[in-house]
């Protein structure tokens, strides 16, 4: 596959899948349209290697982003697929079925920042306990003290 620009790659898209992208200008998808852009890279650009995902919060502006970094095994340009949605409601499709080991890292996102990954096979706490209560990686996590460990007696 041969490499194609940022501005290529958006016009595949948007001509493939028109009113995908939420914000073009970085590959912004709309939640409701991230399947269909995932497996557009998969089949179409041969994008079948989901390296990392992780999210980023943004409590000024209400959101969270869900970033997904994805490589074409035969070569050519990494890609980072972003996808926002509101921080009271994160919510976005699960994209296990098209690469399964996005499975422990969406887990670790919901886990850490509290995105809900409609369509996860087994979306649960991946590090913290169940009783744990809230999300860590946000940044209006209280960052002294810890209830769970206050008032143990030990110094």
């Not at 290697?49 to 999210?55: G, H, K, P, V």
């Not at 699960?94 to 080991?101: C, D, E, F, V």
Request: glycine share 8%.
């Amino acid at each position: 596959m041969p490499s194609l620009s940022a501005d290529e790659l958006r016009g595949i898209i948007e001509q493939e899948l028109p009113g995908a992208l939420h914000n073009p200008a970085v590959l912004c998808v709309v939640p409701a349209r991230l399947p269909e852009v995932a497996r557009l890279l998969c089949d179409i650009l041969d994008h079948t290697f989901l390296s990392n995902l992780t999210a980023v919060d943004y409590p000024a502006d209400g959101e969270i982003e869900v970033v997904y970094h994805i490589a074409s095994l035969g070569g050519g340009v990494p890609l980072v697929l972003r996808v926002r949605t509101p921080r009271e409601h994160a919510s976005v499709p699960s994209l296990t079925s098209l690469w399964p080991g996005a499975a422990l890292q969406e887990r670790e996102a919901y886990d850490l920042f509290g995105v809900w990954f409609e369509g996860h096979p087994d979306l649960r706490r991946v590090y913290m306990w169940d009783a744990f209560e809230g999300f860590p990686m946000r940044k209006d996590f209280p960052r002294q003290g810890d209830k769970y460990f206050a008032g143990s007696g030990e110094e």
